[in-house]
């Protein structure tokens, strides 16, 4: 069965400051892997997917992805309040018919 | 471009009664549909995936029943609802199963449900 695991946070920093989000799984095999982004009593927003190992970036976002590591972050820089929100983590299943997902990490940004 | 309704937005039902709620996906044909559930601060928790009409896959025994009339339309029933099946419902649609690459999902607005 594969697993997504995230640290559950709270993570706080401060406004400015880069946030760092990390999740790690279990499957070797896994190809793709994508971060949502949610907030609260609002559904999952797709934000970033990174299919190669080194860094995809996307404004203030880049994601991460070590394959030999079995890791994948999210950096947020120039952090700001409006990006405090529950991250979610996410790989597709063997059979590519599902996503697995981690359990999120929260963010929060002190302005 | 693709978008995904769901409704009600908001339920209140009292315990025991039925249950139905719809979603449906504009701008693309034969997507993968979920529902999901997520209770108060929890993460989300898969119960139904569907690749094609009257396909449904469970994930997880409950009282729960998913059915997909239509190509764009998946629907999440009970007959008798249960306290614990308070949380925020979630449906959530993918590319084909002929997309080899991308399989990312799009989530609807959600429903909030409350069992009293």
């Known amino acids: 069965q594969k697993e997504v695991e995230q640290n559950s946070g709270p993570l706080s920093v401060p406004e400015g400051a880069i946030a760092s989000l990390n999740c790690t799984y279990s499957?070797?095999?896994?190809?793709?892997f994508f971060w949502y982004r949610q907030y609260s009593g609002k559904s999952p927003e797709l934000i970033m997917f990174i299919y190669s190992n080194g860094d995809k970036e996307d404004g203030r976002f880049t994601a991460q992805l070590n394959k030999a590591s079995q890791y994948v972050s999210l950096l947020i820089r120039d952090s700001q309040p409006s990006d405090s929100a529950t991250y979610l983590c996410?790989?597709?299943?063997?059979?590519?018919?599902?996503?697995?997902f981690g359990t999120g990490t929260r963010l929060l940004v002190s302005p | 471009s693709q978008t995904i309704h769901q409704w009600p937005a908001t339920l209140v039902q009292p315990v025991g009664s039925p249950l139905s709620l719809e979603c449906t996906v504009e701008g693309t044909s034969n997507p993968n549909l979920y529902w999901y559930r997520q209770a108060a601060g929890r993460g989300l928790q898969l119960l139904f995936y569907?690749?094609?009409?009257?396909?449904i896959s469970s994930e997880v025994p409950q009282n729960l029943s998913a059915s997909r009339p239509q190509d764009r339309q998946f629907i999440l029933s009970s007959k008798k609802l249960l306290l614990s099946d308070s949380g925020f419902y979630l449906c959530?649609?993918?590319?084909?199963?002929?997309?080899?690459?991308?399989?990312?999902?799009?989530f609807g607005p959600g429903t909030r449900l409350t069992v009293t």
């Open positions: 959530a649609w993918s590319g084909s199963r002929l997309a080899l690459i991308s399989y990312e999902q799009y």
């Open positions: 996410a790989a597709p299943n063997t059979g590519f018919q599902k996503l697995v």
């Open positions: 499957d070797r095999g896994s190809q793709s």
């Open positions: 569907s690749v094609g009409i009257g396909q």
